[in-house]
């Protein structure tokens, strides 16, 4: 399913509902990154490569829910879900999200079931049972662990591994809840991410963990061999900073060299810069994507 559509047949609706709210996108005003209104660190986005980006459309809209909007005078597409973008490059890449630091990302969802149901009805290969322990039982692609939550587990196109975990109780349909690393210093990287980013420490479903606003960091276990981020599918994780540039020259006196430092970037009305962690994990830092889309 390397960058392709799973299953194209029968879906006029949706594509027409699609093609709606793409055309209507740019006159509906709402915000996707709420979590980052009143934060100095909170989560903004997932970077992602492909040499097929109306795939990606297919799988995180239709499959998901996401919406098509718009940043900047450049107009740059953006899929957006509570608490976080995805945005595209269009380029080869050296694999999926799985066999990387960063194994996959989390959503959480009001009707799992039903999103679910959609995922197959789309053509979409649920993994849930070759995921997870036997602890687990998988019926229809859905995970029940006794006393325990309910998750599944999709994979997208180009090989991007996303997990769904049941939540009746959020505001939203679909939202960003967790990006979740595959390897053994898992105590180390959560320690690396508090001294530079903040948040709360806690665990996990018994793994060391992080609650940044908009957002949950696990530090699972892992094999100590997996690839970086750049360069794969899931190419980079997104930072929404406050205060940018004096963050960027904190980072540089702790001693971090940036991969690119503080830039200003006029046609989408942001600024960045980038870094990688001790692991692997590519990072861009934003300022500006938490306006209104």
Do not use: C
């Amino acid at each position: 399913m390397h960058g392709q559509f799973p299953n194209q047949k029968n879906k006029p609706m949706i594509r027409l509902l699609v093609f709606l709210f793409a055309s209507l996108g740019s006159s509906l005003v709402f915000s996707q990154l709420e979590a980052a209104r009143n934060a100095d660190v909170a989560y903004g986005h997932h970077h992602i490569n492909t040499t097929n980006v109306e795939a990606h459309r297919h799988f995180w809209v239709e499959g998901l829910g996401g919406k098509i909007a718009e940043i900047g005078s450049a107009r740059r597409e953006v899929i957006a879900f509570p608490n976080v973008l995805v945005l595209f490059s269009e380029r080869e890449h050296s694999g999926g999200s799985r066999g990387s630091v960063v194994n996959h990302v989390g959503f959480e969802t009001q009707d799992i079931e039903a999103d679910v149901a959609r995922l197959i009805e789309l053509g979409y290969s649920m993994i849930s049972r070759e995921e997870l322990p036997a602890v687990y039982e998988v019926s229809n692609g859905i995970a029940r662990r006794p006393g325990g939550n309910t998750i599944a587990y999709v994979l997208g196109p180009d090989d991007l591994k996303v997990e769904l975990i049941e939540n009746t109780n959020i505001d939203h349909p679909i939202q960003m809840h967790h990006i979740h690393w595959a390897h053994p210093e898992g105590a180390a990287m959560q320690q690396w991410y508090l001294e530079h980013f903040g948040g709360i420490e806690g665990t996990r479903i018994g793994q060391p963990a992080i609650d940044l606003p908009g957002v949950n960091l696990t530090y699972g276990p892992g094999d100590a061999d997996v690839a970086p981020t750049q360069g794969r599918a899931f190419d980079h994780i997104g930072f929404e900073v406050n205060d940018l540039q004096n963050f960027v020259a904190e980072l540089e006196r702790k001693g971090i060299t940036m991969d690119r430092g503080y830039t200003e970037v006029a046609s989408l009305g942001i600024a960045i810069a980038f870094l990688t962690d001790p692991w692997g994990t590519y990072i861009e830092l934003t300022e500006g994507l938490d306006t209104d889309l």
